[in-house]
């Protein structure tokens, strides 16, 4: 009798947990902004004042891999030489279907001109074919406090459901 009441007991436990499941979205993608305002005096764009262009520059199809622990993102051949043609100070969005996960900048290694306030995309000259994500440019600074979405759950387990996470 005691152990038909224990299992009971741990069966209604069980049964009353919630999971908290994050759910994975279904496409990957960059894309440039139509228009944007940066927030007055620093190097961020205001959420409230960009529009993402009608296409994705990125597609999730060129989106071949992504390291959580380097932030970095594998593209492809051709995704990669569209990613080269980008200006110093390029807005993108990286997107859960179309849904807005961060903004950043891209700032090439050659960049003069810093961006303190910002996540930044730079391609890895090394390898040729990877997109850098940092906190900031040239280095974050320790007084400068950046919401570091880069691994946001949702993204995280897109790609994940994608086989693309490394």
Do not use: H
């Not at 999971?19 to 961020?44: H, N």
């Not at 996960?101 to 990877?130: A, E, L």
């Not at 950046?146 to 759950?153: A, K």
């Amino acid at each position: 009798m005691r152990s038909l009441l224990f299992i009971l007991v741990l069966t209604a436990c069980c049964l009353s947990c919630k999971k908290d499941k994050i759910k994975a979205g279904g496409t990957v993608e960059i894309y440039l902004l139509k228009t944007y305002q940066t927030v007055a005096g620093k190097c961020q764009i205001d959420t409230s004042a960009s529009i993402l262009q009608d296409t994705a520059t990125i597609k999730n199809q060129d989106i071949l891999e992504y390291s959580k622990t380097n932030y970095k993102f594998k593209l492809t051949a051709t995704a990669i030489q569209k990613v080269r043609t980008f200006r110093d100070f390029t807005p993108f969005a990286v997107t859960v279907d179309k849904q807005v996960i961060y903004y950043g900048f891209f700032k090439p290694s050659f960049s003069s001109s810093s961006c303190d306030n910002s996540i930044t995309m730079d391609v890895d000259w090394t390898t040729g074919n990877k997109l850098f994500l940092r906190l900031g440019y040239p280095v974050p600074l320790q007084s400068v406090t950046i919401d570091d979405q880069r691994n946001n759950p949702k993204l995280i387990a897109t790609l994940k459901n994608q086989g693309k996470l490394k």
